[in-house]
């Protein structure tokens, strides 16, 4: 569990981190170098739950890489699925990150919500719904290894 005390806006306690997965963890189907080991590094303190759909028909390889099972959402009203997961979860322990128009509502129903600028870029919409925006995995990651980084950021 990571535990925040945010001046102005109150306590977190996170005990899941739900991500997206292509345009997030992965760029064209492929895993993006080091997030491997930043994901095992958080996982002592978060349970990893990743949500795809698989466009790039590449995620059991990103699963053996990750020691995880993806999730997969299916086609059609993916935004809400993904909403939904979090909510099932308890969207009040929940940390969540995306990029993607269609992780805009995980994004607003998670305790905490983290935009990652990627190269396949970021959707307003996910900008717009996300408490904190990142200029990538690697740096969004690093902001949940170091907490204060998330007061300085968003204490009122």
């Known amino acids: 569990m990571i535990e925040i005390n945010i001046p102005g806006r109150g306590e977190l306690r996170l005990e899941h ?13 492929q895993l993006i170098p080091g997030v ?17 759909a698989d466009t790039h028909g590449r995620q059991a390889l990103i699963d053996q890489q990750l020691n ?3 999730i997969r959402i299916q ?3 993916e935004s809400e699925q993904k909403a939904k997961y979090v909510r099932s ?3 009040e322990s929940v940390v969540a990150i995306g990029q993607g128009a269609n992780d805009a509502a995980m994004l607003k129903e998670a305790a905490l919500g983290i935009c990652v600028l990627s ?19 690697s740096a969004a990651l690093e902001l949940l290894d170091k907490p204060l980084r998330i007061i300085a950021s968003l204490r009122r």
């Open 68 to 70: 995880l099972t993806a």
């Open 119 to 137: 190269q396949e870029g970021a959707a307003t919409e996910a900008l717009l719904a996300s408490d904190i925006v990142m200029p990538g995995i």
């Open 17 to 29: 981190l739900v991500t997206d997965v292509n345009g997030t963890l992965a760029i064209d189907g």
């Open 89 to 91: 979860l308890g969207a």
């Open 36 to 52: 491997a080991k930043q994901i095992g590094a958080l996982s002592d303190r978060l349970t990893i739950h990743m949500l795809t």
């Open 75 to 77: 086609p059609g009203n």
